[in-house]
């Protein structure tokens, strides 16, 4: 007769990270979501400049000045970013705390940057199929570093309250962290594409 095995499991952890996270899983799919809506964007934006007999389309090419402020602003973030990730992997609350303000910073420096980059594209978005591409490829990253940073927000909030009991919040910063890689990675082929490409 088969005997009934007892097993405790009362030492696990309550929440998992990484890949033991249904919210790490959750966000790798929305990045991989939101990286094909990037990689349609990009492709469109090729696909309308190989058609076109001038690219850009009655408009110089934008100023190099916002969107490399904006370039730089995002690489640097990642030392702060990476930094961050291992803090709370290590559940160091201290730092966590210090980072996700280092963050919030980080965060809402190229947003500003973005509204000069906006003023300075020289094409409206309702111009000509080059103006709409520019303005949806720069809407849609823009779009994501806001939801990024009000992530980011969140995070400190709760960092700095009662809830920074909980070990399930530093996971929570580990998979920001690892989203605003994704942001900062997605905006190297925009730039490329946006400043480069109508230059060659």
Not at 8 to 23: H, K, Q
Not at 66 to 77: D, E, I, N, Q, Y
Not at 146 to 174: C, I, K, S, W
């Amino acid at each position: 007769m088969k005997q009934d095995v007892v097993v405790d499991l009362s030492d696990l952890p309550m929440n998992g990270s990484g890949t033991a996270s249904l919210t790490w899983w959750g966000t790798v799919a929305f990045m991989l979501i939101e990286g094909t809506g990037f990689a349609l964007m990009i492709s469109v934006y090729l696909y309308l400049g190989s058609l076109a007999p001038a690219w850009p389309i009655e408009a110089p090419p934008p100023e190099w000045g916002p969107g490399t402020g904006v370039t730089l602003l995002l690489l640097a973030s990642l030392v702060p970013n990476v930094l961050l990730s291992r803090w709370a992997a290590a559940r160091d609350l201290r730092k966590v705390r210090a980072g996700l303000l280092i963050m919030a910073v980080f965060g809402t420096a190229p947003l500003v940057l973005r509204v000069w980059e906006f003023m300075a594209l020289d094409v409206s978005w309702d111009s000509n199929a080059y103006g709409s591409a520019v303005w949806m490829l720069l809407g849609l990253h823009t779009t994501h570093i806001l939801t990024d940073l009000l992530e980011t927000y969140v995070l400190a909030a709760l960092m700095f309250t009662r809830h920074a009991d909980n070990p399930r919040r530093f996971g929570d910063v580990q998979d920001g962290a690892m989203y605003w890689n994704f942001v900062v990675l997605t905006w190297l082929p925009i730039y490329a594409c946006l400043y480069g490409i109508p230059r060659l």
